[in-house]
């Protein structure tokens, strides 16, 4: 059973920092990649970030400039380093991870979500 255990969330005030941790475990294939999503009320999902396991980098204009995603193979975990917050980031961050398992030859490719955690930006 692969699960996502997120945490980091909360309330900061508008200009204020947060980090996000999202750890994997019970994955037996090589996570190619990893990320972050979030999801206001009424909206589709989007990504925020994501980072490869070569370490390339993937993020949404929104947050460029002010949030750093990275990761550490060993701990299967990845971070997104989250600064400058303003209000329009309030909203549940999802933690995703995609995993390639390899079967006589074959890839099979998994996804997996974490629970969410609430990040809430006010005054």
């Known amino acids: 059973q692969v699960q996502l255990v997120e945490s980091g969330g909360g309330w900061v005030q508008p200009g204020g920092s947060l980090r996000l941790s999202c750890a994997a475990s019970?994955?037996?294939?090589?996570?190619?990649?990893m990320g972050w999503y979030r999801q206001g009320p009424g909206k589709e999902r989007e990504l925020v970030a994501d980072?490869?396991?070569?370490?390339?980098?993937n993020y949404v204009d929104a947050v460029k400039g002010r949030f750093t995603i990275y990761r550490d193979n060993a701990k299967k975990a990845v971070y997104l380093e989250m600064n400058n917050l303003k209000p329009e980031d309030t909203v549940v961050y999802y933690c995703?991870?995609?995993?390639?398992?390899?079967?006589?030859?074959?890839?099979?490719?998994?996804?997996?979500w974490g629970q969410g955690t609430q990040v809430t930006v006010s005054s």
């Open positions: 995703n991870a995609r995993e390639v398992r390899m079967t006589l030859s074959v890839a099979n490719l998994f996804h997996y």
């Open positions: 980072i490869s396991d070569g370490d390339t980098t």
């Open positions: 019970g994955t037996i294939g090589t996570l190619i990649v």
